[in-house]
């Protein structure tokens, strides 16, 4: 019996063979998003095609912001009620939410991020020299989800979402697929 997904639940985007092994149970009319996003109703399950976007960077550190790009995808997905879900696939770039109406709060998270990983410190070992880069891309993270509602992404107050270039200038990779 598995465990993980819960009985009456089924993954998105598993395979066949994991497919099969899930159980209808009392819960059948939800579906548990992979990665712990939490559960959504049977009938809201279409993932729309990823959308490919790419960001071109102009400095060697620098926050871009997204938000509209990723507006931009749930529009033409059609979902008015789901997630959208973004990923940067680069190992020397991340991907965050946070305050978009003051631009000292992406400068003040820059020099933040460079007082904790210096660039250059005389115990890195990786040969290529930027090893700063890859420690801040894996302390923003890779992937953020942000909820849609009446086909429009769900924020707080003065959010948005950054592409964080920490190894830059550089074209980067934005994958973005909307499910609902």
Not at 6 to 27: S, W
Not at 33 to 46: A, Y
Not at 101 to 109: G, I, L, N, R
Not at 155 to 165: A, K
Request: aromatic content about 8%; hydrophobic content about 35%.
């Amino acid at each position: 019996m598995m465990r993980y997904p819960p009985n009456g639940y089924q993954l998105i985007g598993a395979d066949d063979k994991t497919k099969a092994a899930v159980q209808e149970g009392p819960r059948a009319d939800r579906i548990a998003l992979p990665d712990g996003l939490g559960m959504i109703p049977r009938g809201l399950r279409k993932a729309t095609p990823m959308k490919e976007f790419t960001v071109r960077t102009n400095s060697h550190t620098e926050f871009c912001e997204i938000t509209d790009r990723l507006q931009e995808a749930v529009d033409e997905s059609g979902v008015k009620e789901g997630v959208c879900v973004a990923f940067v696939p680069h190992t020397t770039a991340g991907i965050t939410i946070n305050e978009n109406a003051d631009p000292d709060v992406v400068s003040d998270m820059i020099y933040a991020l460079e007082k904790a990983v210096p660039w250059k410190d005389s115990h890195y070992r990786h040969g290529e020299g930027n090893t700063a880069a890859h420690v801040k891309s894996s302390m923003m993270g890779h992937s953020v989800h942000v909820p849609v509602r009446g086909g429009k992404l769900q924020f707080g107050t003065w959010q948005g979402v950054y592409l964080c270039e920490f190894d830059g200038p550089r074209s980067r990779n934005l994958w973005v697929t909307v499910i609902g």
